[in-house]
C-alpha cells in the first residue's frame, strides 16, 4: 500500500486555468515537501513544511501556493497555468527528528501537462 | 547555490558486470548525501543515506562512497541485474535548519542492465 498518496496520478490543463495537486501521508510524519521533476531538468525542491507550517518556499512565482488543511496533508494550488508548469509534481514527507530530517519518503508524482 | 553533476546520463551494462555512477557537487557544507532508484512509473526509493567522508558503505548489491575531500559520491553496482534497470539519483543536502527537506539531486543517470 502507497503511504504518500498523490492524486491525480496524470493531469491534464489548458493554459490559464488553476488546478490542485493532492499529496495525503500515511507514515506519521510532521514534515512535507513539494518537489518538481520537469523535462531535461533535476528534481527540483519547491517547499517544505514542518507542522503544516511554512519552513522554506524555493518557488519564485506566487502561483504555486501549498496548502495544509490537515497534518498529513499538504495540496499544491497552481494557478494561471503556463505551458512551462508542465512536469511531474512529487510530494515528499519525513520524520523531523536529529539525525532523519533528510530520509525523504516520496510519492508517485503527479504529471501535468498543461497545454 | 548548490550544484550537484550527475554522470554519466545513460549506461547500458550487461548482466553480472558493474554498473559505476558519479556525482560531484559544490557545496563544501554539504552534510548528507543519499542515492534513490526510480523505476518507470514508481516513486523514488531511497537506496543509502551516507555522512561519513572517504568511506565505503555497503547495501544490498551496491557500495556507496563519499569522498569529501574531492566532493564526490559514487554509486557502484556490482553483479548488476535486470531488476537494477532503473534512473538513479543522487541528492545532497546541508545540515539542519532553514535546509529541512530540501534536497540538491542530480539530473539522473538511466540504466539498462541487458540479460
Known amino acids: 500500500d502507497p503511504k504518500i498518496i498523490q492524486k491525480p496520478k496524470y493531469l491534464v490543463a489548458v493554459t490559464g486555468s488553476e488546478k490542485i495537486l493532492i499529496c495525503e501521508q500515511y507514515?506519521?510524519?510532521?514534515?512535507m515537501y513539494w518537489y518538481r521533476q520537469s523535462a531535461k531538468k533535476p528534481l527540483e525542491f519547491m517547499f517544505s513544511?514542518?507542522?503544516?507550517?511554512?519552513?522554506d518556499n524555493q518557488t519564485a512565482s506566487s502561483r504555486f501556493q501549498p496548502q495544509s488543511s490537515k497534518k498529513n496533508h499538504l495540496d499544491l494550488q497552481i494557478t494561471a497555468l503556463k505551458p512551462d508548469d508542465s512536469a511531474t509534481y512529487f510530494c515528499a514527507s519525513s520524520q523531523e527528528r536529529t539525525g532523519d530530517n533528510e530520509r525523504l519518503f516520496f510519492g508517485h508524482g503527479t504529471k501535468l501537462s498543461v497545454l | 547555490g548548490e550544484q550537484v553533476e550527475q554522470r554519466p546520463p545513460h549506461l547500458s551494462v550487461r548482466e553480472g558486470d558493474s554498473a559505476f555512477i558519479t556525482c560531484t557537487y559544490t557545496?563544501?557544507?554539504?552534510?548528507?548525501f543519499f542515492w534513490y532508484k526510480q523505476e518507470p512509473g514508481a516513486s523514488l526509493q531511497l537506496l543509502m543515506k551516507?555522512?561519513?567522508?572517504?568511506e565505503i558503505n555497503e547495501g544490498q548489491g551496491f557500495t556507496v562512497l563519499l569522498n569529501k575531500k574531492d566532493k564526490r559520491l559514487s554509486l557502484n553496482l556490482t553483479a548488476a541485474h535486470p531488476g537494477d534497470s532503473a534512473a538513479y539519483f543522487c541528492a545532497v543536502s546541508a545540515r539542519g535548519g532553514s535546509a529541512l527537506g530540501r534536497l540538491h539531486f542530480g539530473a539522473g543517470t538511466q540504466l539498462i542492465v541487458i540479460p
Open positions: 513544511y514542518s507542522y503544516q507550517k511554512l519552513m
Open positions: 507514515l506519521g510524519h510532521n514534515a
Open positions: 557545496d563544501p557544507n554539504s552534510y548528507y
Open positions: 551516507v555522512f561519513s567522508s572517504t
